[in-house]
């Protein structure tokens, strides 16, 4: 599986990877939502884990610019901050959400 995974915080990212990537799993990391969406025509991926609060582009911006590429994109959000605003705009997006504090629960959504 191809994944990409976009947050701000490089210790955040290492902890996804071990959560919730294969040995086999083809990664590519990107540190906020401009990396993130300049990435994303090249390397494809099957599914974004995508972080909401970055500095820069916030999550649900570039999510929006990446389905626009292609709707068919899998996005599930991971985030620290629970709030029933940040679950309905992921709703909205057709994409999964998981707190950072429940990293386990990633690998039942993948």
């Known amino acids: 599986m191809k994944i990409m995974i976009v947050d701000d915080n490089a210790g955040m990212r290492e902890m996804i990877r071990d ?3 294969k ?8 540190s906020d939502g ?3 969406v300049s990435a994303f ?14 500095k820069g582009m ?3 911006t570039a999510s929006e610019i990446i389905m ?4 068919a994109t899998k996005i599930i ?6 709030t029933s605003a940040f679950r309905l705009k992921a709703k909205s997006l057709n994409a999964g959400f998981v707190t950072k504090e429940n990293l386990s629960e990633l690998n039942q959504l993948l």
């Open 23 to 30: 040995e086999n799993d083809s990664v590519l990391e990107c």
């Open 19 to 21: 959560v919730a990537c």
């Open 77 to 82: 959000f991971i985030t620290s901050h629970n």
């Open 68 to 71: 626009k590429t292609n709707p």
């Open 41 to 54: 025509s090249q390397f494809q991926p099957d599914v974004v884990l995508m972080d909401i609060e970055m």
């Open 58 to 60: 916030d999550g649900f």
């Open 34 to 36: 401009t990396d993130a």
